[in-house]
């Protein structure tokens, strides 16, 4: 993080720094949260959608020719590892933008790291408690140890960064 030698700027722009990030961690929870409460058929459609587009950029990029009924055989295929892979990647993100906010505070990477990662599971066990609320939809704690893996990836993608920054 950015340091100024005058104190009072200093603590303005880290108080600064914490209302953005917490802002931004708050938003992110609430897409999250929105992702969670679609009815399973809406999240199904969603993640059949995105396996669609890749089947499709991968038919075009390799230049494979397949037909309409071979693409979506392939979509189908590939949807659970696109949603899993969604559960990943919204649980790192969210893992990362807490990183970002308790960094605000004067906390070492350990404490900052299980903080965040404590948080990112007890987030993903809630979520998937919601989704037995949801029509169609499972809470799974396959799902939350998918999601806290996701935040763990997050988490080590975070404190490289940080390292690699103060190398330089």
């Known amino acids: 993080m950015l340091r100024n030698k005058n104190p009072q700027n200093q603590e303005t722009f880290l108080f600064i720094g914490k209302i953005t990030t917490g802002i ?8 999250i949260y929105a992702f969670s409460a679609q009815p399973a058929g809406q999240s199904s459609q969603a993640s059949g959608s995105v396996a669609y587009k890749f089947a499709e950029w991968q ?48 906390w070492n990477r350990r404490r900052l790291a299980l903080s965040a990662l404590a948080f990112t599971a007890g987030y993903a066990a809630t979520d998937e408690f919601h989704q037995l609320f949801v029509p169609g939809r499972a809470g799974r704690l396959s799902d939350v140890c998918i999601d806290s893996l996701g935040g763990a990836l997050g988490i080590a993608f975070f404190l490289l960064i940080m390292r690699l920054g103060r190398k330089r």
């Open 59 to 106: 038919n075009s990029f390799f230049r494979l020719d397949k037909t309409e009924a071979e693409l979506s055989a392939q979509a189908e295929s590939m949807q659970l590892i696109v949603r899993k892979a969604a559960h990943m990647g919204e649980y790192a993100l969210l893992a990362v933008l807490l990183c970002l906010h308790f960094s605000c505070y004067a």
């Open 24 to 31: 931004l961690v708050l938003a992110w929870l609430a897409v």
